[in-house]
């Protein structure tokens, strides 16, 4: 952790000048009218991790479930000997590109720093026109179906379906899901296919399928009489956030960054970077003539948010927090 302090003292502000002179010139100003701004910030830079990612951070999502039958890919049953889908697995997707993965409540949050491109990625394992290598097992082309939570319209779905909806997590804002049908034969088995390069965010994601099984025989007697269906899903969620702990203030006249110390007599606002969910508190304080003279007298401490402006004079601590590197 580093912490910086940027803390402008009454004597820098007003050096050279008695107690009295100092309240007096200070009446003066605000008599006048003038607005001197004294930017004072605690800006508590948390890098607890590399600049960059590391190319070999890979995480790994989604597991296949029994989605039911003709259900809108709704269920949640487990796979077992008897379904056609037991002990062999579709493709995996994973997550790579990140710097540090933290979990909350069980879902995965990537961070990301300066340079950090974070990409959900997609492997194929398997042919599918001969799952696990039985020809009697294939992707059947489902052309009647729906999505009960992420794509409710009833269309063709393909080869297997992949659904990505995302969501803005500071306005709680769902995004449309975004829908990619016969995805599975658009793919190469045993390739790392790039499915999105993600940023900040919430998401869900979802590979719905249908195995078509050739296998049904009659007793004792070895031949195929029909062929049955069953609905798969590949459910998961996730989370994409700036690992980095930082806030810039600029003068809002001259729209220049303001450093440690700095002083402006037109005000600043603040840019947070499009780092929606860090916490910033900016603390006010007025120099005011008491008994043992000057003393700070804090006029507010509250929460601050993206291009905020402050153009009243005084002395301003800010105080900036990542809730997810704490």
């Not at 492997?123 to 939570?149: C, G, H, P, R, T």
């Not at 009659?218 to 702990?245: A, E, M």
Request: with cysteine; net charge negative; glycine share 8%.
């Amino acid at each position: 952790m580093e912490k910086i302090s940027m803390r402008y003292t009454k004597e820098k502000s007003l050096k050279s000048r008695r107690p009295n002179e100092k309240a007096s010139e200070m009446k003066g100003r605000i008599a006048r009218g003038l607005l001197s701004v004294a930017l004072v910030g605690v800006l508590t830079t948390i890098m607890p991790f590399n600049a960059n990612a590391n190319s070999s951070n890979v995480y790994y999502l989604g597991e296949a479930v029994n989605a039911g039958k003709d259900t809108g890919f709704s269920e949640n049953n487990e796979i077992t000997k008897k379904d056609p889908h037991y002990n062999w697995t579709l493709g995996s997707f994973s997550v790579n590109g990140y710097t540090r993965v933290i979990t909350d409540d069980g879902n995965p949050i990537f961070l990301k720093t300066v340079g950090d491109e974070v990409v959900l990625d997609f492997q194929l394992e398997q042919d599918i026109d001969a799952l696990n290598n039985d020809k009697s097992l294939m992707i059947a082309n489902d052309k009647k179906a729906y999505d009960n939570l992420l794509y409710k319209d009833e269309t063709a779905f393909g080869r297997g379906a992949l659904i990505i909806r995302k969501t803005d997590a500071y306005q709680n804002k769902k995004g449309t899901s975004q829908l990619y049908t016969d995805y599975l034969s658009g793919v190469k088995v045993g390739a790392n296919t790039q499915v999105e390069i993600c940023e900040e965010g919430d998401y869900e994601v979802a590979l719905d399928y249908s195995i078509r099984d050739k296998k049904i025989t009659v007793p004792f007697i070895d031949k195929t009489i029909r062929s049955t269906y069953n609905d798969y899903k590949i459910y998961f969620t996730f989370s994409v956030r700036n690992g980095n702990c930082m806030v810039f203030p600029f003068d809002v006249a001259t729209g220049e960054e303001l450093t440690n110390k700095a002083i402006t007599e037109n005000g600043f606002y603040l840019d947070l970077a499009k780092s929606r969910y860090l916490e910033i508190n900016v603390k006010k304080e007025v120099l005011r003539e008491g008994a043992t003279g000057l003393t700070e007298d804090v006029r507010f401490n509250k929460p601050a948010s993206d291009g905020e402006k402050y153009t009243d004079e005084g002395i301003y601590t800010i105080t900036v927090s990542n809730p997810y590197t704490e």
